[in-house]
């Protein structure tokens, strides 16, 4: 008995997704009352990982940002304004792997996917820059290669980012 449910939970650890995010870095400039801001420019999300990544990926993970900001009641600026009281959010993948195939002697081949996204607060009126918030999200996708861990690590990184930003303000 004890040695089947022994391998039942062995199969399920192996064929089960695994994700994580970890904890957000975040900066912000002390001299800096953010209660004076009342509005977000979210610009496209910028790829800076060296590599290319598909276009379509940086609208999403772009689109994403801008519901999980209006998830959080935070008011977003589409049209061109002057810059008081607005804060430019400028983001940048700074690594990105779909589907990396990691090696364990248990499991045999696995996939992964991962994502770290910096994100910038920008003083609109002045330019300089009052917030950055660093986050890198993970997900394990066991031996499925169909999985949606690449979609997760994205969602999973704007969701903390908004999160991030909201307590902030």
């Known amino acids: 008995m004890i040695l089947r449910n022994s391998i039942i939970a062995l199969f399920l650890t192996i064929f089960l ?12 400039d002390r001299d800096v009352s953010f209660a004076k801001f009342n509005g977000f420019q979210i610009l496209p999300v910028y ?11 940086l609208s999403f993970l ?11 009641n935070l ?5 061109p304004q002057t810059g ?4 430019t959010v400028k983001n940048e993948i700074l690594i990105y792997e779909n589907n990396r195939i990691l090696r364990n002697s248990i499991v045999g081949a696995k996939r992964r996917a991962k994502c ?10 002045t330019d ?10 993970l997900a394990g996708t066991g031996v499925f290669p169909e999985s949606n861990a690449n979609v997760w690590v ?3 990184s704007a969701i903390l980012v908004a999160r991030e930003v909201a307590k902030m303000m």
């Open 17 to 28: 997704c695994s994700c994580s995010s970890t904890k957000p870095l975040v900066w912000k």
């Open 47 to 57: 790829n800076a990982t060296g590599n290319p990544v598909d276009h379509d990926l």
């Open 62 to 72: 772009s689109a994403e940002i801008r519901a999980q900001f209006q998830k959080e």
């Open 75 to 79: 008011q977003l600026i589409d049209a």
């Open 84 to 87: 008081i009281g607005i804060l």
């Open 116 to 125: 770290t996204l910096r994100t910038r607060l920008v003083d609109k009126s």
């Open 128 to 137: 300089q820059v009052v917030g950055e918030i660093s986050v890198t999200t």
């Open 154 to 156: 994205l969602k999973e």
